[in-house]
């Protein structure tokens, strides 16, 4: 079984070493940032079981951008850990996202109880639901919302969006694909391929303004 993946976004350095030493020792993966820059790439890239947000940052304040990842489609849960500690602060924080509320300054210790609660919660309860930038695809009834609008997708089509989501990080070419998504099925030829792919992005991608999927010439294709 992996280890839980933990994202912390806190500016001050000494503080962010510090969380990512006490951290790491409690058997999880970290990774740090000391803004918001980037990370949403990551979460592109990467899963991640949690997140631990300071809200005094450089650039986009904590609590805004957690509310940004909400309003995208992002329901990773939220540690916030910060100098803001007036209750309207902290109600704040809360409205916009967060899970749980860590004033500073704090014990590690506690920190990492918080975590280890949060993940007992949580972790099951995304196992049905995986996301990609404004795509969410709810497995167990094979549903997919795009900016929240329900798509429906032929059984073939969600299978494919799914294989595609579970693979961001890797082009895929067409016999790939024909062998992990259609499986032993009868009529099997790469133009299928080209076919479905056409059919799935005209139902998630209408006005060809999103470009989720792109064909690497000579390759086959890569979600974007």
């Known amino acids: ?18 969380e ?16 918001t820059k980037h990370v949403e790439d990551l979460l592109v890239e990467e899963e991640v079981d949690l997140l631990i947000v300071d809200r005094n940052l450089p650039g986009t304040e904590g609590s805004e951008f957690v509310q940004k990842l909400r309003d995208t489609g992002y329901q990773i849960p939220v540690i916030f850990v910060s100098a803001k500690v007036r209750d ?33 919660r949580t972790k099951g309860t995304n196992e049905g639901r995986v996301l990609y930038r404004d795509i969410m695809l709810e497995l167990d ?21 799914l294989y595609f989501v579970r693979n961001k ?6 016999d790939e694909l024909l062998e992990s998504v259609w499986g032993d099925e009868a009529y099997k030829q790469e133009k299928t391929v080209n076919v479905t792919i056409n059919r799935l992005l005209k139902k998630i991608d209408p006005d060809k303004s999103k470009g989720y999927i792109e064909p690497v010439r000579g390759v086959g294709y890569k979600l974007c």
């Open 1 to 18: 079984m992996k280890n839980a993946h933990i994202v912390i976004i806190e500016d001050e350095e000494d503080i962010l070493e510090l």
């Open 20 to 35: 990512e030493y006490h951290l790491q020792k409690a058997g999880f993966d970290v990774t740090g940032f000391l803004s």
């Open 88 to 120: 309207s602060e902290v109600e704040e924080g809360f409205l916009r996202g967060g899970d749980d509320y860590l004033t500073k300054p704090f014990n590690m210790n506690e920190l990492i109880l918080r975590v280890k609660s949060i993940l007992r």
């Open 141 to 161: 009834e094979r549903r997919v919302f795009v900016e929240e609008r329900e798509v429906k997708l032929s059984r073939l089509e969600f299978a494919l969006l």
């Open 169 to 174: 990080q890797r082009i895929l070419n067409r």
